[in-house]
């Protein structure tokens, strides 16, 4: 039978995933998976009705318009810190002294990712939801069910919520950003800012290319066993993945002797850490222990200390921000530091300059802020310090030329030329952002060349360009020009508050973009508004009301609005409001409705004249709840604020 046949493909397909992502141990060769995987899928073609959430097809992924607000069942805590050993003992003696001597603990190491909770019911993964606040997060389920060393099916029909991290591979983030440089995207940061971004991908297509993994740590179920070592070892007879480097102490002192056998160890590991959590052991001493506001009584983080050491400074180069900053760097004798190669290092400002004394030539101290960014910490006293040149402030911005001038209770110096070529940069990077006009592929790398090679000038020469001029960019071929030239043109029906996102006004962010998007619908009926109208808006105050009308009247500005749309970019009329029902109305979204998603739910909202908001206050006009409302639900009746069931709302619309 075709059911049997499709059974017995996803059973050996999970098990073939679990040895290969989870035990590190493929038993079959990638030619012989692939021939299942496709057979699996060919039958599920022909078969829609016996695909299954469970099934290894059911990773490929989708694309969502947006990630919803999920409140957890289970609040996800922080961790206190412990940064020596006497804070830590003095932390287990504290529980010692009311459950006795010698408390096991348990130690694992802290992953440098993020958090998530997962949701099985009958052992079939049914939620995935970001730690976010710790109380609401967001549904990124798709997403996660495209990364491998999470069991779709687990090896018992359990019903269980897990928590657990998720981490790029330090091998894998080295790869991901040789192919950014190669395709003219940014570089990621380090390996954690790349596994979000990965992660947060609204196409979990591209989640799925990207090589991200999981360590499980956390059992919540019914029945769990007595210790949270056993815990553990149940996870993993689940079929999760769990670090193997977990270790059962006695004592405080096997704790201690862990930690420093990992505080080097650890940059050999092919994942970032910066620390170990430690946990008592038996579950019932951490139920009795509780937690604080903010995290448990019964765990800590012991952090290692940021690796330090001493190299040269070979020279200090003066940079452009996006801001205009001018901003100073380090250039060092390259030195390994906390598992990567480091030459270059932040010095903030010229008054940071001063305070550390640095000098071209001295010898530093340096480490990793939070095990990312290299910085200067102080100068090494040296015999050649006082023979070396004090660094000065420039007159002239370094970039430019141009004039140079402070802000009122700011230390940065800035370039006070509007055209600035770092400042030009910067502007056309922010405009083609996912938050402003979203032209996808168009990084900083590939901006660079065409501003050099003097294709463009400003954001608006971006809709000037032509394949040929892609073409003759640095490892540009015709697949990837085709690709830049398409994402450019598609840009130009992006909704009107991306634009004006894009338009960097003065004091106007992506929300504030909305909300005048909302109020005039169109570019040209928002060009007209008056300073009396604008200020009238709520969440419009008085100055960014100046701000926005002196933008529209500005002579360059209304040339340059005029070039854009004599080139195409046209944003689509805002939809008017179908009704003013719930204007002045904000509205508060929990749990699961039946007949609407979240989304249908806060579009109906806008469309109505009200918003939506996150959490529940005493500006809250009502909380549209639906099943398995959570923390949000009992905010609002502990406030006596209205609460609607989907029906409710709907009559409401209907009305």
Same mark, same amino acid.
């Given at each position: 039978?075709?059911? @049997?046949?499709?059974?017995? +493909? ?15 141990? =493929?038993?079959?060769?990638?030619? #012989? ?5 496709? $057979? ?28 919803? =607000? ?15 050993? @006497? ?20 130690? $694992?190491?802290?992953?440098?990712g993020l958090a998530i909770a ?7 993964f049914t939620t995935g939801v ?26 018992? @029909? ?32 380090? =390996? ?19 090589? +991200? ?11 769990? %066993? ?33 930690? #420093? ?43 290692? %200390? ?82 070396? %040149? ?13 004039? +140079? ?32 006009? @979203? ?19 400003? %954001? ?44 960097? !006004? ?7 973009a909305d909300i005048l998007a909302? $109020?005039?619908?169109? +570019? ?15 969440? !419009? ?115």
């Open positions: 039978m075709v059911l @049997d046949r499709i059974n017995y +493909l996803k059973e050996e397909i999970n098990k073939h995933n679990y040895n290969y992502y989870v035990n590190d141990n =493929p038993t079959i060769s990638d030619f #012989e998976y692939d021939k299942l995987f496709a $057979e699996l899928k060919e039958l599920e073609a022909q078969n829609p009705l016996l695909i299954t959430p469970d099934s290894p097809t059911q990773r490929l992924g989708s694309i969502s318009e947006k990630f919803l =607000p999920y409140t957890h069942k289970h609040r996800l805590y922080s961790l206190d810190n412990t940064y020596n050993y @006497d804070d830590l003992i003095k932390w287990y003696e504290k529980i010692e002294k009311e459950y006795g001597k010698n408390l096991e603990l348990v130690c $694992e190491l802290k992953i440098d997962l949701s099985y019911e009958n052992g079939i970001t730690r976010g606040d710790g109380i609401t997060g967001e549904e990124i389920t798709t997403n996660l069910k495209t990364i491998k060393a999470i069991p779709l099916k687990l090896f018992e @029909d359990a019903n269980v919520e897990v928590r657990g991290e998720i981490y790029m591979p330090k091998s894998s983030f080295e790869k991901l950003n040789e192919e950014n440089l190669k395709n003219g995207e940014k570089p990621f940061a380090n =390996p954690r800012n790349a596994a979000s971004g990965s992660l947060r991908q609204l196409d979990s297509s591209v989640t799925a290319q990207r090589d +991200l993994s999981m360590f499980t740590y956390t059992l919540i179920t019914e029945n769990a %066993p007595a210790t949270h070592y056993e815990s553990i070892m149940y996870l993993k007879k689940l079929g999760f993945k769990v670090n193997p480097n977990i270790k059962l102490c006695k004592n405080v002192q096997d704790a201690i002797d862990y930690c #420093e056998y990992w505080k080097n160890k650890r940059f050999e590991l092919d994942y970032a850490t910066d620390g170990v959590v430690i946990k008592i052991n038996k579950i019932a001493i951490q139920e009795e222990l509780g937690y604080t506001a903010r995290a448990p009584k019964w765990a800590t983080a012991f952090k290692f %200390p940021p690796e330090e050491i001493t190299t040269k400074v070979k020279d200090i180069e003066l940079g452009v921000g996006k801001t205009g900053a001018i901003t100073p760097v380090a250039i060092l004798e390259p030195v390994l530091l906390a598992g990567s190669t480091v030459s270059r290092a932040s010095l903030h400002n010229f008054d940071e300059i001063k305070r550390l004394d640095v000098r071209i030539g001295d010898t530093v101290l340096i480490k990793k802020a939070a095990e990312i960014i290299p910085k200067v910490i102080k100068v090494i006293d040296t015999p050649e310090h006082d023979t070396l %040149p004090v660094v000065k402030p420039p007159k002239t911005c370094p970039v430019c030329g141009g004039k +140079l001038g402070g802000k009122v209770g700011e230390v940065n110096l800035y370039c006070l030329n509007p055209h600035c070529s770092e400042l030009m940069k910067a502007k056309i990077e922010f405009w083609a952002s996912k938050d402003a006009m @979203d032209i996808e592929t168009l990084g900083p790398v590939i901006i660079e060349q065409l501003y050099d090679k003097k294709f463009i000038s400003t %954001p608006v020469d971006l809709y000037r360009l032509t394949m040929q001029d892609f073409m003759q960019l640095d490892l540009i071929k015709e697949k990837s020009a085709s690709n830049l030239y398409n994402a450019i043109q598609a840009s130009k029906t992006r909704p009107l508050k991306r634009l004006l996102t894009a338009l960097s !006004i003065k004091n106007v962010g992506k929300e504030t909302n $109020e005039y619908g169109s +570019l040209e009926n928002l060009k007209n508004a008056t300073i009396e109208e604008l200020r009238n808006i709520n969440g !419009i105050g008085l100055v960014m009301a100046d701000d926005i009308y002196d933008f529209f009247h500005d002579e360059k500005n209304v040339i340059m609005l005029d070039e854009l749309k004599s080139l195409g970019v046209n944003p689509p009329p805002v939809e008017a409001l179908k009704s003013n029902v719930l204007k002045g109305k904000t509205i508060v979204l929990t749990g699961t409705l039946k007949d609407l998603t979240r989304d249908e739910a806060s579009e109906i909202i806008k469309s109505h004249g009200g918003k939506t908001s996150s959490s529940v206050s005493k500006n809250t006009s009502f909380v549209l709840a639906g099943e398995n409302a959570g923390s949000k639900l009992e905010k609002a009746q502990k406030l006596n604020i209205p609460i609607l069931t989907e029906e409710d709302f709907l009559e409401m619309i209907k009305e």
